[in-house]
């Protein structure tokens, strides 16, 4: 167990602005986490933890678009198949 305090500084937009943050520990207990955003509120928090899978991913994707982007390891060129 471990205590982590980590700030981060975000550029939201005006209106509503879903902010993903995929860097944090499934082992999360969310009863412990505070967001404090200036001049605004905080509407929703979810921890969803979800690994990626391709199964997960064609469940997520139901009815949306999704285009697949493959990135040369040795160039780091990215290609998008037709």
Do not use: C
Request: charged share 20%; aromatic share 4%.
């Amino acid at each position: 167990m471990a205590l982590v305090q980590d700030i981060r500084t975000l550029n939201l937009g005006n209106g509503r602005v879903r902010q993903d943050f995929p860097d944090v520990s499934a082992q999360i207990r969310p009863a412990t986490v505070s967001l404090t955003v200036a001049d605004a509120a905080i509407v929703e928090q979810n921890f969803d933890y979800d690994l990626l899978s391709p199964s997960s991913l064609m469940e997520k994707a139901v009815g949306e678009t999704i285009t697949l982007i493959r990135t040369n390891p040795a160039t780091g060129a990215e290609s998008r198949p037709i």
